[in-house]
């Protein structure tokens, strides 16, 4: 079977960390070829320029979104606990979702 150009090729790597604790959790997902639309769409609908306003308090969690197209990162985001919400919300709980299953852990 042929490799998938870079174009095709895409994950979507979520990493939280910080809290009581302070530890780091990570989850990737990597869509097949037929679940790209409904990936693009998840990642399209981010406002990747323009996160949502910033919620302070302490021992709250850190996020870091990031999209990968092949090896390159076409989207990075670093959000406060407060701004993963919408969108952003759905993108995280459906990586978390499609991760492998030792990454499942909430």
Known sequence: MPEPDDEER???LVVRSGGIAG?????????DRDRL????????????????AETRGADRYQWRIEVHRG???VHQARLADGQVEGPWRT???????????PSRER
């Open 37 to 52: 639309p409904r990936w693009r769409q998840l990642v399209e609908s981010c406002p990747w320029d323009a996160p949502p």
């Open 23 to 31: 530890l780091s959790k990570q989850w990737r997902a990597e869509p």
């Open 91 to 101: 993108l995280v709980d459906e990586v978390r979702q499609a991760a492998p299953s």
């Open 71 to 73: 090896d390159t990162a």
């Open 10 to 12: 895409w994950s979507v």
